[in-house]
Nanobody
Framework: QVQLVESGGGLVQAGGSLRLSCAASGRAFSSYDMGWFRQAPGKEREFVARISWRAGFTYYADSVRGRFTISRDNAKNTVYLQMNSLKPEDTAVYYC???????????????WGQGTQVSVSS
């Protein structure tokens, strides 16, 4: 069992930056692939970024590649999402998730946090 708690969301102007954190508790955090997803009002939850359990492989949605960076610190049981050059269309609730052999699909993740709101003003 893994519990996930996101933090770091807030209101920022377009072009600004935020860093989201996801603190995990429970066993074997370092064995899980970790992902970030987001959900805007009236839209489905969509994939943002994913990092493998060994932190050797990352993957991003086309909409954020080059602007967002996912990383993890297994010693701190924490995964991060550094978001730069934010745009109003990045406004959403951001969720972190954990799963074994998980990729870009929501269905591949077993554990989810409660989400943190990111709002980008124009």
């Amino acid at each position: 069992q893994v519990q996930l708690v996101e933090s770091g969301g807030g209101l920022v102007q377009a072009g600004g930056s935020l860093r989201l954190s996801c603190a995990a508790s429970g066993r074997a955090f370092s064995s899980y692939d970790m992902g970030w997803f987001r959900q805007a009002p009236g839209k489905e939850r969509e994939f943002v970024a994913r990092i493998s359990w060994r932190a050797g492989f990352t993957y991003y949605a086309d909409s954020v590649r080059g602007r967002f960076t996912i990383s993890r610190d297994n010693a701190k049981n924490t995964v991060y999402l550094q978001m730069n050059s934010l745009k109003p269309e990045d406004t959403a609730v951001y969720y972190c998730a954990a799963g074994y052999r998980a990729g870009w699909s929501r269905d591949e993740y077993n554990y989810w946090g409660q989400g943190t709101q990111v709002s980008v003003s124009s």
